[in-house]
């Protein structure tokens, strides 16, 4: 560290003195120049196999069970199915959200649509990912129909459609990994930094940093409301059977 500061006493006097004489091009720096070597970035280990878990990641379903989650409504046991490793949506049990709250954050989550397709557009495997309850990355069989752009899958719900469609087929697993910035509010509940948003879906970038508007609206202009910087996050009972599984989360 002291190496490192010497360094920057140098580059600084070098700078002001470039600054005094106009730009002298013969003026080279050391490698060590450019150079630091604290902080160390800590280790964490992959997952062995592709989308498993890293080291450092907050597992939230590996198939077992739904303790992680409680019922959105009344906070009562989630009572979605689990079968064979899959939660899939109770129709008409409602929303489910983590018990654990969490701001800025790196998400794994895989979905399915139902292999019996029913419906067209909104209606045919409809579900969503609610960041901090608020935010909505959605889930939607797009393969073969078609809806508003800004409310298909993977599109940032009635704010910003995916850059392409890269949803599978009817029952195939899909991938999102979701970075997510939480919005920042001043202590007088003003917003001073939005929220912001990636999305990789099966491996391909669909949503790159976008800024979000405000929280996710149905019908209306988003607008943002102060919130607590930790949230639980919502999956979404639209009456669908959609499936998930292999949810895990790694906070930033």
């Known amino acids: 560290m002291k190496t490192f500061k010497k360094i920057l006493i140098i580059i600084i006097f070098i700078c002001s003195t470039s600054a005094s004489f106009g730009q002298q091009k013969d003026i080279k720096l050391p ?20 989308h498993e878990a890293p080291s450092d990641a907050i597992v939230l379903f590996d198939g077992s069970n739904l303790d992680k989650f409680v019922s959105a409504k009344d906070e009562s046991n989630a009572s979605w199915k689990v079968e064979n490793g899959i939660m899939t949506v109770s129709p008409q049990k409602g929303d489910i959200k983590t018990k654990d709250a969490f701001g800025d954050m790196q ?31 959605q889930v939607l069989d797009s393969y073969e129909s078609r809806t508003y752009s800004n409310g298909q899958a993977a599109s940032l719900y009635k704010q910003y459609p995916p850059l392409v469609n890269a949803t599978k087929a009817p029952g195939e697993w899909n991938t999102y990994d979701i970075f997510f910035t939480a919005p920042r509010f001043n202590k007088d509940g003003m917003l001073t930094a939005p929220a912001k948003v ?14 979000l508007k405000g929280p996710t609206e149905y019908i209306g202009i988003p607008n943002y409301r102060a ?5 639980p996050f919502v999956l979404q009972d639209h009456g669908d059977l959609v499936s998930f599984r292999n949810i ?3 906070r930033l």
């Open 107 to 137: 998400l794994h989550i895989e979905w399915a649509s139902p292999t019996v397709v029913k419906g067209e557009g909104q209606g045919r495997g409809n579900s969503g990912v609610l960041i901090m309850g608020l935010y909505e990355v």
């Open 227 to 231: 919130h607590e910087e930790e949230l």
């Open 198 to 211: 990636t999305v990789i879906h099966n491996g391909i970038l669909v949503q790159n940093a976008v800024e």
């Open 31 to 50: 490698p060590e120049a450019t150079e630091f070597w604290d902080p160390i970035p800590r280790k964490v280990s992959p997952g062995k196999q592709n």
């Open 248 to 250: 895990w989360v790694r």
